[in-house]
C-alpha cells in the first residue's frame, strides 16, 4: 500500500470511528432517562454497542499506523479538539427528545447497514472482517429503531408531529452521511469501499419507502450544510468539553 492509499484509508476509518464514537456518547445521555424501563437498558446496550465499533475501527486505525493497539484510541479519542474529529454533523447534534433520538438513530443505522453489506467485499481485508462483526449488531439496531419510528409516525397526532418536525430538520444533516472525503476515489479504484452515490441511493431507496409507510412526508429538496465533516457545529465541543474533562484534570492516570 502505497503512501498515498494509507492516508486516504487513515481518513476513512476515522470518519468511521468517529460518528460511532460520538453516536454513541449521545445515546448514552438517555441511561436513566429513556421512557420506559425496558428501552433504557436495550438503548444503553445500543449506545455501548457504538462505542465498541468506534474501538473496532480506531483499532484499525492502530494497526494502519502501527500504533500501540492498547494506548492509541484513548488518545484520539480524548486528546483530539474538535477541527481534527472527522463526524459527520448528524452525530453531533443534542439528542432532543425521544422522537429526534429515535429518527437521526433510524437514518444513521439503515446507512451503516448498507455500509457495512458493501465492505463484507471490501479488498482490504481488515476491513472486510471488521464489517462482518459488526454486521448482526447493526441488524439488531435497525429493527429496534425502525420499530419505533413506525410506532411514533403511526401513534398519535402528537407523535406523528414530532417525527415529521424532526425529519425535516434531520433529512439535510442525514445526507450529509454520504459527502465522500477528499480521497474517496483512491479507496474506490483500490476495491476498498463502495462509491458514496452509491451507498446514498441504497439508502434513499429503503428510507423514502419505510418513511413513507410509517406515515412521515420527505421533505421537498435538501437544503446545503454549513459544516461538513472537517467543519463541526458548536455541538461538537460542547460535547467534547465534557467526554474528555477527566482526562485532562488527570493527564498522566493509568486507566
Not at 176 to 182: D, G, I, T, V, Y
Not at 244 to 253: G, I
Request: charged letters at 25%; aromatic letters at 10%; proline letters at 4%.
Amino acid at each position: 500500500m502505497n503512501h498515498e492509499l494509507q492516508d486516504a484509508l487513515v481518513q476513512q476509518l476515522m470518519a468511521l470511528a468517529d460518528d460511532e464514537l460520538i453516536l454513541g456518547h449521545r445515546n448514552s445521555e438517555w441511561c436513566g432517562h429513556a421512557p420506559i424501563l425496558e428501552e433504557d437498558i436495550a438503548f444503553a446496550n445500543i449506545a455501548l454497542d457504538e462505542i465498541g465499533h468506534a474501538q473496532v475501527w480506531y483499532g484499525l486505525l492502530a494497526d494502519l499506523t502501527g500504533e500501540d493497539r492498547e494506548i492509541y484510541p484513548d488518545k484520539l479519542v480524548y486528546w483530539r479538539e474538535a477541527n481534527a474529529y472527522r463526524c459527520a454533523s448528524l452525530v453531533e447534534l443534542p439528542k432532543g427528545d425521544w422522537a429526534f433520538t429515535m429518527l437521526r438513530q433510524y437514518l444513521f443505522d439503515l446507512a451503516e447497514k448498507i455500509q457495512l453489506e458493501h465492505l463484507l467485499k471490501s479488498a482490504y481485508k481488515p476491513l472486510a472482517e471488521a464489517a462482518a462483526k459488526m454486521r448482526a449488531e447493526e441488524i439488531y439496531h435497525l429493527r429496534h429503531t425502525s420499530a419505533w419510528v413506525k410506532r411514533l409516525g403511526l401513534g398519535t397526532d402528537e407523535s406523528n408531529q414530532r417525527m415529521q418536525n424532526t425529519l425535516d430538520e434531520l433529512w439535510s444533516y442525514a445526507w450529509a452521511l454520504f459527502e465522500p472525503l477528499k480521497h474517496e476515489p483512491l479507496l474506490v479504484e483500490a476495491g476498498y469501499i463502495p462509491e458514496s452515490r452509491v451507498l446514498r441511493q441504497e439508502w434513499l431507496d429503503a428510507a423514502v419507502s419505510y418513511l413513507r409507510e410509517s406515515g412521515l412526508k420527505i421533505p421537498d429538496g435538501v437544503k446545503p450544510l454549513d459544516y461538513d465533516r472537517e467543519g463541526h457545529t458548536e455541538h461538537l465541543s460542547e460535547l467534547l468539553g465534557s467526554m474528555q474533562q477527566v482526562a485532562h484534570l488527570y493527564p498522566n492516570a493509568k486507566w
